[in-house]
């Protein structure tokens, strides 16, 4: 039983990792979606800077999207293997919610950087 009750937190674990990413993608998609409205109703310079810089933040979160979802269903087999095969199941050092956390603070620090006038 206390198997069975593991395999269902793993699995609950796991999509929450998939809506996370497809939450991800969605708001990268829709930053480019936004910015591209901003950019057809006003085309300054400014705008399109801003545009260019939607498109590397959209695609950046789109991207982080798919890795983390890859790396949550590879995470998810690997640990419903070792549970089969009646192995102890191994805590990372670095779980993937600290890497994903990581990553899109380096992303949101780049895009500050571009963002905020020299």
């Known amino acids: 039983m206390a ?8 699995d609950r674990t796991t ?12 708001f ?6 936004f910015f591209r409205s901003m950019l057809e109703k006003s085309h300054t310079p400014e705008a399109a800077q801003m545009h260019q810089g939607a498109i590397r933040f959209g695609i950046s ?5 798919l890795v983390s979802s890859a790396a949550a269903g590879i ?8 549970l089969r095969r009646g192995q102890p199941l191994v805590l990372s050092q670095w779980p993937l919610s600290i890497t994903v956390a990581m990553f899109l603070a380096v992303i949101g620090l780049i895009s500050l950087w571009y963002v905020v006038p020299r």
């Not at 990268?28 to 979606?33: I, L, M």
């Not at 979160?61 to 999207?65: H, K, P, S, Y």
């Open 61 to 65: 979160l789109v991207v982080l999207g």
């Open 15 to 26: 999509l929450a990792w998939i809506r996370t990413a497809l939450t991800m993608g969605t």
């Open 28 to 33: 990268g998609f829709g930053t480019v979606g």
């Open 3 to 10: 198997r069975f009750r593991t395999q269902l937190a793993l």
């Open 75 to 82: 995470t998810h087999w690997l640990s419903l293997r070792r």
